[in-house]
Nanobody, 123 residues
Framework: QVQLVESGGGLVQAGGSLSLSCEASGFTFSTYAAGWFRQAPGKERESVATISRSGESTLYADSVKGRFTIFRDNAKNTVYLQMNSLKPEDTAVYYC????????????????WGQGTQVTVSS
């Protein structure tokens, strides 16, 4: 049974930090690219950060460059998102996702999704 389980969301003040984790099971995680996406109320789901199978390549949305870092530990089947200098506009439900093959940024390219974790940044 394929599962992606996110954890680490919560409420934080602007300027603060949060760390998200996503543990994968039921498939060979190291052969899948992974990504973090987010969806705010009334908005479409968007790519935040994505990472290649090995972790050597990463892509970030312009809005989070320099503030967020994606990394993975294939031995633990886990992908992480370190979020610093958070802004109120970062408030959203954050989802992790995995796709077999190369790194990608479009939601329809991903095969598996987690259930999401809420991140709320207060001003």
């Amino acid at each position: 049974q394929v599962q992606l389980v996110e954890s680490g969301g919560g409420l934080v003040q602007a300027g603060g930090s949060l760390s998200l984790s996503c543990e994968a099971s039921g498939f060979t995680f190291s052969t899948y690219a992974a990504g973090w996406f987010r969806q705010a109320p009334g908005k479409e789901r968007e790519s935040v950060a994505t990472i290649s199978r090995s972790g050597e390549s990463t892509l970030y949305a312009d809005s989070v460059k320099g503030r967020f870092t994606i990394f993975r530990d294939n031995a633990k089947n886990t992908v992480y998102l370190q979020m610093n200098s958070l802004k109120p506009e970062d408030t959203a439900v954050y989802y992790c996702a995995a796709r077999r093959g190369w790194i990608a940024t479009r939601t329809h390219e991903y095969d598996y999704w987690g259930q999401g974790t809420q991140v709320t940044v207060s001003s």
